[in-house]
């Protein structure tokens, strides 16, 4: 079945302990994104990757880092995360142009 | 102002009303437009794209003005499963071919019996 993985789908974590947030699709898709959604501002882009070893910022990348190793692979890390990072992150993949599906998303609380 | 701007509702209608959306972007060199829907807690899954001549599927219509900068959304014959979060997205001129979205924070809909 083709799909998005995302891992954890909840976690609460303190102020400042690193976390990573995992990634994966089975489509050999070129491109992976991750979003974060809170209300009222609707889905925003954190960082985006076009291929293998080829990444970029999104519109809200402070705070975040990305790697993108494996083509099937994106994962999302918080290295000091702070309580304003508190949302629901989406990773979606997709070809070039055509449909992006979504990971079933990570709430994250940092307290 | 936001490059994506939608009406978050909600819209609260009757089964087997009509309903629509509008959604306004604010760069008129946006390449191509989409329709996603987003379940409660759920991840967004793609409704329709949106052509320039206009486009149906079913139930649902959707329309592009580029003059005007807006799209919209038409569902007719609401079901209760038609309840949902609509979201406007568009793809901007610099999205360079790829799927760098600009979502619109979404309009609710609840459909009642």
């Known amino acids: 079945e083709a799909q998005v993985t995302q891992n954890p789908r909840y976690l609460i974590t303190v102020t400042g302990k690193k976390l990573t947030v995992t990634c994966s699709q089975n489509?050999?898709?070129?491109?992976m994104s991750w979003y974060r959604q809170d209300p009222g501002l609707g889905l925003r882009q954190i960082y985006y990757?076009?291929?293998?070893?080829?990444?970029d910022k999104g519109d809200v990348p402070e705070g975040y880092k990305v790697s993108r190793k494996e083509k099937r692979n994106f994962p999302l890390i918080l290295e000091s995360p702070s309580p304003n990072q508190t949302s629901l992150y989406f990773c979606?993949?997709?070809?070039?142009?055509?449909?992006?599906?979504f990971g079933q998303g990570t709430r994250l609380t940092v307290v | 102002r936001k490059e994506v701007e939608q009406d978050p509702g909600p819209f609260n209608v009757p089964e087997g009303a009509t309903v629509a959306f509008n959604c306004t972007y604010s760069?008129?060199?946006?390449?191509?437009f989409f329709w996603y829907r987003q379940d409660c807690r759920k991840e967004p899954k793609l409704l329709m794209s949106?052509?320039?001549?206009?486009n149906e599927d079913g139930r649902f219509t959707a329309q592009l003005n580029r003059a005007s900068q807006y799209i919209s959304l038409l569902i007719r014959d609401s079901k209760l499963s038609d309840s949902a979060t609509y979201l406007c997205?568009?793809?901007?001129?610099w999205g360079g071919g790829y799927n760098k979205l600009i979502f619109g924070a979404g309009t609710r809909l609840a459909v009642h019996p």
């Open positions: 979606a993949s997709s070809l070039k142009g055509a449909e992006a599906f």
């Open positions: 489509m050999n898709h070129e491109y």
């Open positions: 990757s076009m291929n293998v070893e080829v990444t």
């Open positions: 760069n008129s060199a946006s390449q191509s």
């Open positions: 949106v052509y320039s001549s206009g």
């Open positions: 997205v568009v793809n901007p001129p």
